[in-house]
């Protein structure tokens, strides 16, 4: 119930089994306040209008909703992308496939892939980090480019388009190719914590490895000779991903942890 003077310290006690900080966050947010104004203003009376907003938001962190949707944003890279619905939640693994990506290559004018952008957050990232290199990205997901596009408001060197994976790109045209794609299986039990997300963006067939595959696969020919592909993949298929990349032709495989030591990223060169 809304009392018509709440301070914000019983705003904030209203919270139910999430934590201190998320419900910081979405009063931040509503109020247009940083999180240490609201520790320093535990005191202060929120007017009912903020209040509505607030408990509204609130009930649905309490209902399972990700912070991410309710905030609007993500921070990836020490970057905040804007998410939605139509978006995967870039993750901090996914970090760790930029991180690789940025020590294969220096500053100078290389062609890079970002395939199935997502929000856009490996996309634009490589482009913010390395000023000389010039970003393609695509999705198939109309939605999703529309949110990757006002992510990029201000980066210069990415270019967007809808695409099927490797379709429409010329070949032997490309450096670095970089792919997050969906890779969990449909009756994998993480999809249940999952329910927010698109599930185009997270399910493959043939448990898990179709679309692993069709990367795979379609990206030989649109690599230079001696160019990169990067993947992540899920925790349990670092085997099946090495030989897949083996099988296709690929050489110098290296397979990486991510930050919690889980298999989770590939790197190989095509000749
Ligand atoms: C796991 S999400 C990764 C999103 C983003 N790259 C990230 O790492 O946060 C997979 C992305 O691939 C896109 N996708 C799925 N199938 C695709 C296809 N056939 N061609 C291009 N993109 C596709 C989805 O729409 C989704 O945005």
């Not at 203003?41 to 962190?61: A, G, P, T, Y």
């Not at 980090?129 to 480019?145: K, Q, Y």
């Not at 942890?257 to 060169?269: M, N, V």
Request: proline share 4%.
């Amino acid at each position: 119930m809304i009392k018509s003077m709440s301070t914000v310290h019983e705003l904030l006690s209203k919270a139910d089994n999430i934590s201190l900080l998320d419900s910081q966050l979405i009063l931040g947010s509503v109020l247009g306040c940083s999180r240490t104004w609201i520790i320093a203003h535990h005191n202060d009376v929120v007017c009912e209008k903020i209040q509505k907003n607030f408990l509204s938001k609130l009930k649905r962190r309490m209902g399972g909703e990700p912070i991410a949707y309710i905030l609007g944003y993500r921070e990836f890279w020490s970057q905040n992308f804007l998410v939605d619905r139509n978006t995967l939640i870039p993750r901090p693994e996914t970090e760790c496939m930029v991180e690789i990506a940025l020590e294969q290559l220096p500053n100078t004018p290389t062609t890079v892939l970002d395939l199935g952008t997502g929000c856009g957050a490996i996309g634009i990232t490589l482009a913010t980090e390395r000023g000389n290199w010039h970003i393609i990205a695509n999705d198939i997901s109309g939605s999703a480019l529309k949110v990757a596009q006002r992510n990029a408001f201000n980066t210069k060197n990415i270019a967007f388009f809808r695409g099927n994976w490797c379709e429409a790109i010329r070949p032997g045209s490309i450096n670095l190719i970089v792919c997050n794609p969906p890779y969990i299986e449909r009756n994998d039990n993480h999809l249940n914590h999952l329910e927010y997300e698109p599930l185009s963006a997270l399910v493959s067939p043939d448990r898990g490895l179709y679309d692993l595959r069709q990367v795979i696969k379609e990206s030989r020919s649109l690599l230079v000779k001696d160019g990169l592909l990067i993947l992540e993949h899920g925790y349990l298929q670092r085997d099946k991903v090495y030989q897949l990349l083996h099988n296709h032709g690929y050489i110098n495989i290296e397979m990486f942890d991510d930050l919690s030591g889980k298999p989770r990223i590939a790197l190989a060169r095509f000749r």
